[in-house]
């Protein structure tokens, strides 16, 4: 077994007294697509704002490539390599969608750079990759707002790639995604596991079972259980906290 | 099809000729009292890109501008003050004898020198704006508690300049009209229509400034900072260092435009520190139309010729009026005269008025049905 690429290690949040996470642990390999599940209010979102330095844990330690992220700024995670993708789609709404994408592709991300260079055609041909990845071509020059919501969740996962994080982390990518678009959306994160780790935090199971990847059950803070789809959905703490309604509508 | 600056590009063009020509035809046509005024007011244009670069772009309202404006008329004031004062006893300017002063205070021994003063006047506001920005900036202090900051800021600078009789002449101000400069008295006309064509001049060298800062990819985070700041950092992106940059630039701007000013006016004083001033700059910039640069600089001469002629026929009617357009900006134009003008404004109204066809609110709805959903 290789080194994770992200461990958590008893992490603990505390809002004033209030748990929303305790004793978590849980640790990714490089090139993984881990499922994440739970109720709401089982801390995922929390979870998410612990590895991308938004919160900073109560107790315990974010390893990221062997080093800790505790105490880092969120845009110095950002550069180490963690992208993250926000609940609903979070773009930058006056700017189009190239303008967008430019963002995400530059590097250095330093206000001379910024000010003073182009993108180098190397960027450029990235940026218009990310468009043809994503479908979104024909609206390069449309302010990101005037886009549907599908386009503005594609539009926040090509900014993802762009950045061209080791890991990243996906909070509920179909959320108000046609069914079809949920498929696509599927088949796009999968193709990005391998040169990427993701982790995926979703409500929607048969958009997870199609993930076909690990699943882990966080419930009140904590790992309830992890492993295949299948493992996870027999448990019976899980049936009973979590997908007990779910089966009954299934079955 | 959705290129709405190709279709604006020649009214925008003409625009300029009918300002450039305005500029230039302006010492010809206006009496000078006018002219001194159109100066006056071109130099606070230069204040008002600044603000529009911080709060149309970047989304941080200040009202604390008034500062930076009055440090650099200090700065250029007091040059112009040691310029003249050779005659005065101990070499030194005529207010200091009034307090018993016989030697210079320190830090105006550097404002003998021109280059000095000249850099001065810009970068002595910027450093202190990146100073109090990134104390501020750094604790993710943000809307409404920024804005209170700067003005909270603006009043303690202004009660110490009016206290400090014995180092700047206190409430009094430092007069410029009667210094010399080249050989010349400052207030003459034929230097301040030298100052008048400067000033036009600077204006248009700002305008071009700020437009190259808010261009390209600088000026897009500057817009994703106001519009989501957290998401911006997630992107790998420090916003502090980017609203510490603007806000050293519309610092160095207002100090231009104060110097400008001041020398225009004849007098620098702790009034331009006043809290009602600053927020009259906003104003400026609400009512031209935040993030259009073109509509900073002409609410601030319009609005600033508008107040001094209705000041001369009806002395109390301003603040009415002021009051009123503020109303208006808030309520009916948002983005002001210029957003207005960019945003179909005049095309609404004329459809509205039954003397257009009305234009659909979503473009190309008719492709939008036919595309196929294909990453």
Redesign the interface.
Known sequence: MTMPLLELRQITVSFDGFLALRDLNLSLQPGELRAVIGPNGAGKTTFLDVI?G?TSPTEGDVVFKGRSLVGT???RI??LGI??K?QSP?V????SVQ?NL???V?RP???WD??FR??NATQRDRVHHLMS???LQ?RA??PAG?L?H?QKQ?LEIA?LVG?DPDLLLVDEPVAGL?D??TD??A??LKSLAGDHTVLVIEHDMEFIRRLESPVTVLHQGHVLCEGTMDQVQADPRVIEVYLGTTEEENG | MFNPLQQRRWPLLLLWVVIIAAIVAAPSVLPVFRLNLLGRFLSLAIVALGIDLIWGFTGLLSLGQGIFFALGGYAAAMYLQLNSSSGHPNGIPEFFSLYGVDRLPFFWEPFHNPLFTLIAIWLVPALLAAVLGNMVFRNRIKGVYFSILTQAALLVFFNFFNGQQKLINGTNGLKTDVTQLFGQMVGSPDMQRGFYYFTAVMVILAWIFVRWVVRGRFGDVLIAIRDDEPRLRFTGFNPTLFKTIVFAIAGGLAGIGGALFTVQSGIVSPQYMAVPFSIEMVIWVAVGGRGTLVGAILGAVSIMYAKSLVSEAWPQGWLFIQGGLFILVVTALPEGVIGWFRTDGPRNVLSRLGLSRRIGTYPRLDIEGQEEVQP
Not at chain 1, 92 to 95: N, T, V
Request: zero cysteines.
């Open positions: 991308t938004k700024r969120e845009h950002a550069r992208g993250r926000f979070r930058f709404e006056k700017l303008e430019a963002l995400a530059s991300k330093q206000p910024l000010l182009g993108l990845i994503v479908n024909q020059t449309w005037a549907s599908g594609w900014m950045q046609t079809e678009e696509l959306t088949d796009l």
